[in-house]
């Protein structure tokens, strides 16, 4: 039975819980976010359609994530539905759960480093709560802005400098558009026109753009970035200056995108 203090899951509230034990009408859980407390997961809620047998859907000490659809506080009953939880809500929700633990590991490295308590811990994480949604989104800001970036929280000095060791540790999230360039010049020097258009291009910004020779008169050109927004931005002068400077001299440009990647952070 629940004490006064035990916080309890809301109707329609996404969760992560792990399957303890498999009946016949369906399995019970623990709330990996509220302390393990039990959940019922009824045998109706596994899958849509008839499900002859739990085990198959199933099994003991899974992880799933759940829809809370009844919560009685007096009795501490959660039930719970898996059919009802689609594709994107367990991805976002695993993301999320990811989020928080990396966030926990990184908060436990500024503790050690800083040598503060738990209490200084709750208050910094407060602090951080009021700029960001989750802890490690801190540390992702501070990686790809600088420490400044969390100037207005007024965490004391050695803090501040745990924080930015930690996030040194940070391979920061980024994304890659790639294309193909076609790129054609007939006159008798062609071969170095190409050359020095592409190069005079992407001048200054060899770290995030690659160019790589396939064969006349093919060149894939990727551009690494944050976000796509950012290597939109960087890609479309780079293409334009390009172009500018092949069709000046009589030849002819067209570029044709690859699928872009995102890699995660980690």
Known sequence: MATEAQE????GEIVVATITKLTDHGAYVSLDEYGGLQGFLHVSEIAPGWVRSVSKFVREGEKKVLLVKK????????????????KEQQKKKLLE???IEKG???????????????????????AVFTKYNFVYDMFLDVVT?????????????????AIEEASS????????????????????????????????AIAGQEST????YIGAPKYRLSVKGQDFKTAERTLKPILEKIQKAIEKNNGTFSFTR???????ES
């Open 97 to 99: 759960v990811k989020r």
């Open 258 to 264: 690859e699928e872009s990647k995102k890699t995660r």
């Open 104 to 126: 926990q590991t990184l908060m436990q490295a500024v503790k050690d480093s800083a040598g503060i308590s738990d209490k200084e811990v709750e208050k910094i994480e407060d």
């Open 145 to 161: 802005k600088g420490i400044s970036a969390i100037e207005e929280l007024k965490l004391p000095k050695k803090v501040l400098s």
């Open 169 to 200: 540790k940070i391979k920061p999230p980024s994304v890659e558009i790639r294309g193909i360039c076609e790129i054609t010049c007939n006159r008798s020097n062609g071969i170095e026109v190409i050359k020095n258009a592409i190069l005079e």
């Open 71 to 86: 919560v009685n506080p007096n009795r501490s009953e959660i039930d719970l539905s898996l059919k009802q939880v689609s």
């Open 8 to 11: 309890l899951p809301e109707i």
């Open 209 to 212: 753009i690659n160019v790589t």
